[in-house]
């Protein structure tokens, strides 16, 4: 296995796929390995359809983490053993379309206030200012931060695209406040010892900590802060066009499910009900 192991390590890199997800591909086809305890050369679509049942039906993973199992093995068995991958015979789960939770432009701004430490209440109001996922504000360096042109460029975002965002006068205003008392020297908002970018399990805590702190009882993470620049800039009238930009969505579709989130009362859509029976007339 470990001859493969380095032949797909190697194919995965070359491709540039990033470090997690090299990693969690080689640790799925090591576990259906094991799992049969035979070398993936002696199983085939039998087996790969009996340990995708078995991941569902009997370790209840979720339906990403299937399908991420899923996408291993059709990589490795297409792209290193060179053999065919019938979708139809090897089908991915379908997937379940949710949709996300935002805050109200209120409940916003009551984390923020929630949050006392500046250092904290500057990573939070960057990232929903600039709609930003948790890994880019942990990612972002000084040098990011272009303040001439008022944006803050992403680098190296998801899909290792690079894109600018919005820097508000606002959030410029808390991190030149942020700056003068912490100085950091190359990373925005480093971690414990100054040379290195927090960890995005840290901006977790502090988006919980100020959640709780707020009373906010929706089911929110720091990525929901994310959800709501999108949300809010719907609400404000923004193109859709612009706000996909913002947020480095390659495909419209991705962005087209804000349109969901959208204030009903902020549309003037009456229901057809109301216009039937004259109501809301007077």
Known sequence: MSELRNKMKMYMELKGYSTITT???LTHVSNFSKFYN???LLLGEKEICGYLHYCITEKHLT???VNSINAALKLFYTKVLNKSWDINTIPRMKERRRLPVALSPQEVKAIFDATDNIKHKAILM???SAGLRVSEVCKLKIKDIDSKNMQIFIRQGKGKKDRYSLLSKANLKILREYWKKYKPKEFLFSGRYRTDAITPRSVQRIFE????KAGITKNATVHTLRHSFATHLLDAGTDICYIQR????TRITTTTIYLHLRRMDLLSVKSPLDILLGEGND
């Open 209 to 212: 900590k100020a959640r709780k």
């Open 38 to 40: 035979k070398s993936p």
């Open 126 to 128: 960057t990232t929903y």
């Open 246 to 249: 913002l947020l480095g969505h």
């Open 23 to 25: 990693k969690y591909y």
């Open 63 to 65: 339906i990403g983490s």
